[in-house]
Protein backbone atom coordinates (compact mmCIF):
# COMPACT_ATOMS: atom_id res chain seq x y z
CA UNK A 1 0.00 0.00 0.00
CA UNK A 2 2.77 2.82 0.92
CA UNK A 3 4.98 1.85 -1.91
CA UNK A 4 1.87 2.28 -4.29
CA UNK A 5 1.00 5.72 -2.82
CA UNK A 6 5.00 6.54 -2.76
CA UNK A 7 4.40 5.69 -6.87
CA UNK A 8 0.77 8.20 -7.04
CA UNK A 9 3.01 11.04 -5.12
CA UNK A 10 5.57 10.85 -7.50
CA UNK A 11 3.72 10.88 -10.72
CA UNK A 12 1.18 13.61 -9.70
CA UNK A 13 4.02 15.64 -8.40
CA UNK A 14 5.79 14.96 -11.96
CA UNK A 15 8.68 13.52 -10.28
CA UNK A 16 11.04 11.26 -11.70
CA UNK A 17 11.15 7.32 -10.35
CA UNK A 18 13.58 7.39 -8.11
CA UNK A 19 13.02 10.81 -6.44
CA UNK A 20 13.26 11.36 -3.08
CA UNK A 21 13.06 13.70 -0.43
CA UNK A 22 15.07 15.58 2.36
CA UNK A 23 13.07 17.66 4.49
CA UNK A 24 9.68 16.82 5.29
CA UNK A 25 7.66 19.81 6.92
CA UNK A 26 4.33 19.32 8.40
CA UNK A 27 1.89 22.49 9.18
CA UNK A 28 -1.06 22.22 11.73
CA UNK A 29 -3.52 24.19 12.49
CA UNK A 30 -3.93 27.35 11.06
CA UNK A 31 0.00 26.94 10.30
CA UNK A 32 -0.48 26.38 6.64
CA UNK A 33 0.39 29.49 5.46
CA UNK A 34 3.46 29.04 7.06
CA UNK A 35 4.39 27.29 3.16
CA UNK A 36 4.03 30.41 1.36
CA UNK A 37 6.68 31.45 -0.92
CA UNK A 38 9.24 28.99 0.95
CA UNK A 39 9.53 26.64 -2.43
CA UNK A 40 10.82 27.53 -5.46
CA UNK A 41 8.41 28.65 -8.48
CA UNK A 42 8.31 25.23 -10.04
CA UNK A 43 6.68 23.49 -6.91
CA UNK A 44 3.72 20.91 -7.08
CA UNK A 45 0.61 20.44 -5.58
CA UNK A 46 -0.60 16.40 -4.35
CA UNK A 47 -3.80 16.36 -2.94
CA UNK A 48 -4.73 14.11 -0.01
CA UNK A 49 -7.50 13.10 -1.77
CA UNK A 50 -5.92 11.87 -5.19
CA UNK A 51 -3.22 9.11 -2.48
CA UNK A 52 -4.68 5.66 -2.41
CA UNK A 53 -4.63 5.14 1.80
CA UNK A 54 -4.64 9.09 2.85
CA UNK A 55 -7.53 10.64 4.71
CA UNK A 56 -8.68 13.80 4.23
CA UNK A 57 -8.36 16.21 7.58
CA UNK A 58 -12.19 17.27 8.61
CA UNK A 59 -10.87 19.94 11.14
CA UNK A 60 -10.90 23.49 10.38
CA UNK A 61 -7.91 24.64 9.25
CA UNK A 62 -6.43 21.43 7.39
CA UNK A 63 -6.52 21.79 3.96
CA UNK A 64 -5.22 18.41 2.91
CA UNK A 65 -2.35 18.53 0.36
CA UNK A 66 1.32 18.32 0.05
CA UNK A 67 3.30 20.97 -1.93
CA UNK A 68 6.39 19.32 -3.55
CA UNK A 69 9.35 21.48 -4.33
CA UNK A 70 13.06 22.60 -3.92
CA UNK A 71 14.83 25.42 -1.37
CA UNK A 72 18.27 25.50 -2.45
CA UNK A 73 19.83 22.21 -2.66
CA UNK A 74 16.67 20.57 -0.66
CA UNK A 75 13.86 18.43 -2.24
CA UNK A 76 11.05 19.16 0.33
CA UNK A 77 7.79 18.24 0.85
CA UNK A 78 5.03 20.59 2.77
CA UNK A 79 2.04 18.78 4.25
CA UNK A 80 -0.48 21.08 4.60
CA UNK A 81 -3.16 19.83 7.54
CA UNK A 82 -3.36 16.60 9.04
CA UNK A 83 -5.88 14.16 10.49
CA UNK A 84 -5.96 13.63 13.95
CA UNK A 85 -6.74 10.38 16.83
CA UNK A 86 -9.76 12.11 17.79
CA UNK A 87 -11.14 12.11 14.23
CA UNK A 88 -11.61 8.07 14.88
CA UNK A 89 -9.46 6.98 12.00
CA UNK A 90 -6.96 4.81 13.22
CA UNK A 91 -3.82 5.81 14.29
CA UNK A 92 -2.46 3.69 10.86
CA UNK A 93 -4.34 6.97 9.06
CA UNK A 94 -2.81 9.53 11.29
CA UNK A 95 0.71 7.73 10.51
CA UNK A 96 0.24 7.32 7.14
CA UNK A 97 1.65 11.00 5.60
CA UNK A 98 4.58 10.06 7.93
CA UNK A 99 5.23 6.91 6.31
CA UNK A 100 4.90 8.00 2.64
CA UNK A 101 7.26 10.45 3.37
CA UNK A 102 9.95 8.04 5.04
CA UNK A 103 9.02 5.70 2.18
CA UNK A 104 10.02 8.45 0.15
CA UNK A 105 13.35 8.68 2.08
CA UNK A 106 12.94 11.73 4.47
CA UNK A 107 15.85 12.38 6.45
CA UNK A 108 14.54 15.39 8.28
CA UNK A 109 11.29 15.79 9.34
CA UNK A 110 9.78 19.35 10.95
CA UNK A 111 6.11 18.90 12.81
CA UNK A 112 4.20 21.72 14.02
CA UNK A 113 1.60 22.10 15.87
CA UNK A 114 -1.07 24.56 17.71
CA UNK A 115 -0.31 24.41 21.41
CA UNK A 116 -1.87 25.69 24.51
CA UNK A 117 0.83 27.55 26.94
CA UNK A 118 0.90 25.83 30.74
CA UNK A 119 4.35 26.80 31.66
CA UNK A 120 3.75 30.55 32.92
CA UNK A 121 6.15 32.41 29.88
CA UNK A 122 3.91 30.72 27.39
CA UNK A 123 1.77 33.35 26.01
CA UNK A 124 -0.19 33.49 22.80
CA UNK A 125 1.70 33.91 19.60
CA UNK A 126 4.71 32.30 21.27
CA UNK A 127 6.88 29.28 19.78
CA UNK A 128 7.98 26.33 21.35
CA UNK A 129 10.57 24.12 20.61
CA UNK A 130 10.00 20.12 21.87
CA UNK A 131 12.35 19.13 23.89
CA UNK A 132 10.61 16.14 25.24
CA UNK A 133 6.83 14.77 24.80
CA UNK A 134 4.53 12.96 26.67
CA UNK A 135 2.00 10.87 25.06
CA UNK A 136 -1.03 11.56 27.28
CA UNK A 137 -3.53 8.98 25.04
CA UNK A 138 -0.93 5.65 25.95
CA UNK A 139 -0.68 6.86 29.43
CA UNK A 140 -4.12 7.85 30.35
CA UNK A 141 -6.22 6.35 27.43
CA UNK A 142 -8.10 3.69 25.83
CA UNK A 143 -4.76 2.11 24.05
CA UNK A 144 -5.36 2.75 20.76
CA UNK A 145 -2.11 4.43 20.04
CA UNK A 146 0.91 2.18 18.89
CA UNK A 147 -0.51 -0.71 19.41
CA UNK A 148 -1.55 -2.82 16.87
CA UNK A 149 -1.75 -0.47 13.86
CA UNK A 150 1.64 -0.39 12.79
CA UNK A 151 4.24 -3.06 14.02
CA UNK A 152 7.17 -0.86 13.76
CA UNK A 153 6.48 1.83 16.09
CA UNK A 154 5.61 -0.31 19.00
CA UNK A 155 9.08 -0.60 20.24
CA UNK A 156 10.52 2.93 19.67
CA UNK A 157 12.30 4.23 22.44
CA UNK A 158 10.96 7.50 23.62
CA UNK A 159 14.03 9.69 23.82
CA UNK A 160 14.73 8.97 20.27
CA UNK A 161 11.80 10.89 18.73
CA UNK A 162 13.16 14.59 18.93
CA UNK A 163 16.59 15.04 17.48
CA UNK A 164 18.89 16.52 19.83
CA UNK A 165 21.33 17.63 17.33
CA UNK A 166 18.28 19.35 15.27
CA UNK A 167 17.25 21.34 18.05
CA UNK A 168 20.56 22.37 18.91
CA UNK A 169 20.54 23.81 15.45
CA UNK A 170 17.42 25.40 15.54
CA UNK A 171 18.52 27.40 18.57
CA UNK A 172 21.89 28.20 17.18
CA UNK A 173 19.90 30.53 14.29
CA UNK A 174 19.89 33.92 15.64
CA UNK A 175 16.55 34.14 14.57
CA UNK A 176 15.70 31.47 16.87
CA UNK A 177 17.12 33.33 19.69
CA UNK A 178 13.72 34.26 21.45
CA UNK A 179 12.21 30.34 20.83
CA UNK A 180 12.38 28.40 24.19
CA UNK A 181 12.06 24.56 24.25
CA UNK A 182 10.24 22.67 26.31
CA UNK A 183 8.22 19.79 27.23
CA UNK A 184 5.17 18.67 24.98
CA UNK A 185 1.91 16.57 26.20
CA UNK A 186 -0.66 15.44 23.68
CA UNK A 187 -3.94 14.96 24.69
CA UNK A 188 -6.56 12.54 23.18
CA UNK A 189 -8.81 15.61 21.84
CA UNK A 190 -11.35 16.61 20.53
CA UNK A 191 -12.34 18.59 23.64
CA UNK A 192 -9.76 21.46 25.00
CA UNK A 193 -9.07 20.03 28.36
CA UNK A 194 -10.57 21.09 31.56
CA UNK A 195 -8.92 23.41 34.43
CA UNK A 196 -8.16 20.26 36.69
CA UNK A 197 -6.46 18.17 33.62
CA UNK A 198 -4.51 21.05 32.35
CA UNK A 199 -3.19 21.37 36.86
CA UNK A 200 -2.28 17.49 35.97
CA UNK A 201 -0.52 18.06 33.02
CA UNK A 202 1.61 20.56 35.07
CA UNK A 203 2.36 18.21 37.70
CA UNK A 204 3.38 15.76 35.02
CA UNK A 205 6.04 18.05 33.90
CA UNK A 206 4.37 19.40 30.73
CA UNK A 207 4.93 22.97 29.42
CA UNK A 208 2.18 22.71 26.59
CA UNK A 209 -0.52 20.77 25.48
CA UNK A 210 -1.86 19.60 22.32
CA UNK A 211 -3.46 17.16 20.30
CA UNK A 212 -1.17 16.08 17.42
CA UNK A 213 2.52 15.72 16.41
CA UNK A 214 3.44 12.77 18.42
CA UNK A 215 2.56 9.68 16.38
CA UNK A 216 3.42 11.08 12.88
CA UNK A 217 6.79 12.10 15.03
CA UNK A 218 7.43 8.57 15.81
CA UNK A 219 6.80 7.22 12.53
CA UNK A 220 9.51 8.91 11.16
CA UNK A 221 11.85 8.87 13.99
CA UNK A 222 10.98 4.62 14.48
CA UNK A 223 12.13 4.79 10.42
CA UNK A 224 15.64 6.54 10.65
CA UNK A 225 14.27 10.11 10.43
CA UNK A 226 15.51 12.98 12.85
CA UNK A 227 12.46 15.20 13.80
CA UNK A 228 12.59 18.59 15.18
CA UNK A 229 8.75 19.81 16.92
CA UNK A 230 7.59 23.17 16.82
CA UNK A 231 4.55 24.32 18.53
CA UNK A 232 2.83 27.28 17.99
CA UNK A 233 1.43 28.38 21.47
CA UNK A 234 -2.68 29.83 20.16
CA UNK A 235 -3.64 29.82 23.97
CA UNK A 236 -2.92 29.88 27.24
CA UNK A 237 -4.19 26.27 28.67
CA UNK A 238 -7.24 26.34 30.29
CA UNK A 239 -7.81 26.97 33.79
CA UNK A 240 -4.77 29.65 33.41
CA UNK A 241 -6.32 32.43 31.10
CA UNK A 242 -9.32 34.11 32.00
CA UNK A 243 -11.33 33.55 29.09
CA UNK A 244 -13.35 29.85 27.95
CA UNK A 245 -11.01 28.50 24.78
CA UNK A 246 -12.53 28.01 21.35
CA UNK A 247 -11.30 26.78 17.70
CA UNK A 248 -11.55 30.13 16.33
CA UNK A 249 -9.04 31.85 18.95
CA UNK A 250 -6.87 28.89 17.95
CA UNK A 251 -6.72 29.21 14.36
CA UNK A 252 -6.63 33.00 14.08
CA UNK A 253 -3.72 32.84 16.50
CA UNK A 254 -1.87 30.28 14.50
CA UNK A 255 -2.31 32.57 11.30
CA UNK A 256 -1.33 35.76 13.04
CA UNK A 257 2.12 33.55 13.79
CA UNK A 258 2.79 31.91 10.53
CA UNK A 259 5.02 35.06 9.62
CA UNK A 260 7.64 34.20 12.31
CA UNK A 261 7.24 31.03 11.70
CA UNK A 262 8.04 31.00 8.03
CA UNK A 263 10.94 32.97 8.87
CA UNK A 264 12.44 30.49 11.11
CA UNK A 265 12.02 27.71 9.17
CA UNK A 266 12.95 29.34 5.91
CA UNK A 267 16.29 30.03 8.03
CA UNK A 268 16.53 26.25 9.44
CA UNK A 269 15.89 25.06 5.88
CA UNK A 270 18.49 27.22 3.76
CA UNK A 271 21.05 26.52 7.12
CA UNK A 272 20.22 22.93 6.48
CA UNK A 273 20.47 23.67 2.24
CA UNK A 274 24.53 24.67 2.39
CA UNK A 275 24.96 21.80 4.75
CA UNK A 276 23.71 19.22 2.46
CA UNK A 277 26.17 21.50 -0.79
CA UNK A 278 28.95 21.10 1.53
CA UNK A 279 29.01 17.33 2.63
CA UNK A 280 26.66 16.01 -0.04
CA UNK A 281 23.98 14.38 2.13
CA UNK A 282 22.28 15.47 5.86
CA UNK A 283 23.98 13.31 8.10
CA UNK A 284 24.78 13.27 12.15
CA UNK A 285 20.91 13.76 12.80
CA UNK A 286 18.50 11.09 13.68
CA UNK A 287 19.72 7.26 13.85
CA UNK A 288 22.99 8.69 12.81
CA UNK A 289 23.31 10.34 16.48
CA UNK A 290 21.79 8.11 18.47
N1 LIG B 1 -5.25 22.23 24.23
C1 LIG B 1 -5.15 21.23 23.33
N2 LIG B 1 -4.89 21.45 22.04
C2 LIG B 1 -4.71 22.71 21.66
C3 LIG B 1 -4.82 23.79 22.55
C4 LIG B 1 -5.09 23.53 23.91
O1 LIG B 1 -5.19 24.44 24.76
N3 LIG B 1 -4.58 24.92 21.84
C5 LIG B 1 -4.33 24.52 20.56
N4 LIG B 1 -4.42 23.20 20.44
Given at each position: MISVAAQHFRKLGGLPADWSVDVGLVLGSGLGGAADNLLDSRSAVVSFRDLPGMVTPG??????RFIVGQLGQLKVIIQQGRVHLYEGVGESAVIFPGVLMSELGVRVLVVTNAVGGI???????DLMLIRDSIRVPVVAGDGSCGTQSDSSVQHVHGHRIWCPRLLQKFQSLPVAKDCPAGTYAMMPGPAYETPAEVKMLRFLGADAVGMSAIPEAMAVSSRGGAVLGISCVTNVAAGIGETPLDHTEVTETGQAAQNKLRLLIAAFLEKLSHELEDSGRLHGYGADCL
Open positions: VAGHVGRRDLTPG
